[in-house]
């Protein structure tokens, strides 16, 4: 008999505080004009909790939707690329966040992709029989380092974070179609500097993030793999763009959007958007959205998703989902976030006034007798 992996469970957990596009012309040089019709966005959220708490908020909940007692977990991926620290890794923090005492914990970093990879590779382990149950989350907690002094990155993403509970089944539920793959001639367009191990310390301070995004180049290599994988995949799984109920993308900006569904030919009513509320939350977009087109009853039994994503790699994906007959949780965690006591602009202020105090763009800024002192320790 075939095993599939059904996702019985989803939950999300926005922070409350909300960043519009005018708090962000009090600091920097732009409009709520100029960011509304470049990419949609009117609004993002900014999170005054860890990335591990929004990601075991998500994960109680989404336990509780599948009525999954967390002692059953067989695994928890982590997807994305916010970590309070390397080691011990953040999916560890999670685990002792549930009490799933059994769970194997992993982090898993494709970028804006990571979620969507750690379905790929949980439903890989569930159908080999390696594992039975397996909660996926896709967090980003991008304000905490974020250059909120260059305005070509700094308009563009939030905070969020959202999990999935993957089953054993003999039905034929879960992901049933998957395209990944990786552009990485391009993987110099899209880099955040200052993580890592790399010896750069002479012009940038670990820590102190410098973003090289060349936003066109990515524009134009989002779109046409994000259409090519979605092609494939149905392709490959025998369906046609007109077999597709919803499409559930990355949510990188709503023109690449827009150009990726025309492309696949899907109409645009087809298409889940929360761009437009909660910006570009990295690896956390794609399961939001799913979370939300289920709060909003726009999955109905038995549904085929198309879920196209895009990342820093530059990584790429395509998957397409059956899901199953339930649409409703079996039951909601009484979990929550502790209250936020800030406004967005005060906590984004808060982290503005930690980085460089002249408001310089940071490339090659520092000394190089400060540069020693900073390898030195
Ligand atoms: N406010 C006002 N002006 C701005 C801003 C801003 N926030 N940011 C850039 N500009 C200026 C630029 O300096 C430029 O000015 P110039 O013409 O005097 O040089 C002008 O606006 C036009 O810039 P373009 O790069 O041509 O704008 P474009 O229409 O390409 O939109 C954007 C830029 C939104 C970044 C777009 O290219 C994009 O969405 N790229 C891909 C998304 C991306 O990089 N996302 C990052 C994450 S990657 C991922 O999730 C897949």
């Not at 982590?78 to 002792?96: F, I, M, R, T």
């Not at 080999?128 to 305005?151: C, F, K, M, P, Q």
Request: proline content about 4%; some cysteine; charged content about 20%.
């Amino acid at each position: 008999m075939t095993t599939y992996a059904a996702i019985t469970g989803w939950g999300k957990c926005m922070p409350p505080a909300v960043l519009t596009n005018d708090d962000l012309s009090t600091f920097l040089d732009t409009t709520d004009e100029w960011i509304r019709t470049r990419t949609g966005m009117r609004e993002r959220r900014v999170s005054h909790v860890s990335a591990i708490e929004l990601s075991a908020v998500a994960s109680a909940r989404a336990l509780a939707c599948a009525g999954v007692d967390p002692a059953e977990v067989d695994l928890i991926i982590y997807g994305g690329v916010s970590n309070d620290e390397l080691v011990p890794n953040s999916a560890s923090g999670v685990q002792v966040a549930l009490g799933a005492t059994r769970a194997a914990a992993m982090d898993l970093n494709t970028a804006c992709t990571s979620f969507c990879y750690g379905l790929a590779t949980a439903t890989a382990m569930i159908r080999t029989g390696a594992i039975r149950t397996a909660v996926v989350i896709g967090v980003e907690l991008i304000s905490r380092y974020l250059d909120w002094s260059n305005r070509n990155v700094a308009v563009l993403f939030g905070d969020g974070a959202a999990a999935v509970v993957l089953q054993a089944t003999d039905r034929e539920e879960g992901m049933i179609g998957s395209v990944l793959g990786c552009d990485a001639e391009g993987r110099e367009t899209l880099r955040v500097r200052g993580f890592g191990c790399t010896y750069s310390g002479r012009d940038v301070t670990f820590g102190d993030t410098i973003w090289d995004f060349d936003g066109q180049a990515i524009f134009k290599r989002a779109v046409s793999a994000m259409a090519a994988a979605s092609q494939r995949v149905l392709e490959q799984a025998g369906y046609r763009p007109e077999d597709v109920d919803l499409v559930v993308p990355h949510q990188a900006n709503l023109r690449i959007i827009e150009a990726v569904a025309k492309y696949a030919g899907i109409p645009m009513e087809k298409v889940m958007l929360t761009v437009q509320k909660y910006a570009n939350m990295s690896a956390a977009t794609v399961p939001v959205a799913l979370a939300e087109a289920l709060e909003e009853g726009r999955v109905r039994p038995g549904a085929l998703l198309l879920m196209p994503a895009f990342g820093g790699g530059l990584t790429y994906n395509s998957l397409l989902v059956r899901w199953g007959q339930r649409v409703t949780p079996l039951g909601e965690s009484a979990r929550e976030l502790p209250p936020c006591r800030e406004s967005a602009l005060e906590l984004v202020n808060r982290v503005r006034a930690t980085q460089d105090p002249h408001g310089r763009s940071r490339a090659g800024l520092m000394a190089p007798e400060f540069a020693e002192a900073v390898l030195r320790q």
